[in-house]
């Protein structure tokens, strides 16, 4: 099974250029895919609903989007309003049934200098050759560290709250005659998750102490409902993002797959391509 984390940054890749199938051709031959930075309806892409073209162009996915927000883009013909809304967020694709999504809006601050925009996590579950797991496709702030502490700690409560909390929806129903679950029975709600995306901080950050603790004393320590670092784990370094900082450039690993201790002992393998251009991140990949 072959994870895959990329932050497409809406199609532009390192050339300043805008194609979308460049970040197709990445995605395919992937099993489960979180991607980040994924529009709608933007005047820098063409007014492309991004979600619709990836699935034309991947049909042998299942997929589902989540916009963080998004804002006005309608137009008027003379006779009537079209409407139409702008929208950013996460995408994940399967290639087996997504059983049902939920949008986790994250904790955000108004600034007045940079700007700051609403981030959220994107939450599947997901019927794998491993059994249903819970897949999270997110995107933390970039403005600063206090505020993905704040994203981190959300996220982790509502981890920690699933044996109780379960899934969309959850009991009997008592108005079968309105069949508001279309006769589903209540969905698996397991705490195995997966958390991929764009984390915007590094290895031996606050932040990512915060996802997977810190036991200096038993470094290989797992915790049942906790979370390992995939790359970490298996004793790699990558560097998923580059940047010229002061004049130097500096190589980074920006996004992460972060697994629950009981999938640890599945993990095979972690790699990217530095050579990839088609956007400013590169691909991460996790083999399971």
């Not at 249903?132 to 981890?159: F, K, N, T, W, Y």
């Not at 997966?194 to 915007?200: A, E, H, K, L, T």
């Not at 298996?234 to 010229?244: A, D, M």
Request: proline share 7%; net charge negative; glycine share 8%.
């Amino acid at each position: 099974m072959k994870l895959l984390s990329y932050n497409i940054q809406y199609g532009f890749g390192t050339d300043g250029q805008y194609d979308l199938t460049r970040a197709a051709r990445v995605i395919d031959g992937a099993d489960i895919i979180a991607l980040q930075e994924v529009e709608r309806h933007w005047s820098r892409t063409n007014h492309d609903d991004q979600p619709a073209i990836l699935e034309r162009l991947l049909p042998q996915y299942y997929t589902a989007y989540g916009p963080a927000f998004d804002m006005d883009a309608s137009t008027h013909d003379g006779a009537r309003v079209i409407n139409r809304r702008r929208q950013f967020g996460t995408m994940i694709l399967s290639r087996w049934p997504i059983l049902w999504t939920r949008l986790h809006l994250l904790p955000m601050r108004r600034m007045i200098t940079p700007l700051n925009t609403q981030n959220l996590a994107l939450e599947a579950l997901i019927e794998t050759p491993l059994g249903p797991i819970r897949v999270v496709s997110l995107h933390l702030a970039h403005v600063g560290v206090e505020e993905r502490l704040a994203q981190i700690d959300h996220l982790l409560h509502l981890h920690a709250q699933i044996p109780h909390t379960g899934g969309p929806w959850s009991g009997r129903d008592d108005e079968p005659s309105r069949n508001w679950t279309e006769n589903q029975p209540e969905p698996p709600c397991p705490q195995t998750a997966i958390w991929m995306g764009d984390f915007n901080c590094e290895p031996g950050s606050a932040e990512h102490a915060r996802i997977t603790g810190q036991t200096p004393y038993h470094p290989g320590a797992l915790y049942a409902g906790g979370l390992t670092n995939a790359v970490a784990h298996l004793g790699q370094t990558l560097h998923t993002h580059e940047k010229i900082i002061a004049g130097e450039r500096r190589l980074r690993q920006l996004d992460h797959c972060f697994v629950t201790g009981d999938l640890v002992p599945h993990l095979r393998r972690a790699w990217t391509d530095n050579a990839e251009i088609a956007s400013d991140h590169h691909p991460l990949w996790v083999e399971m």
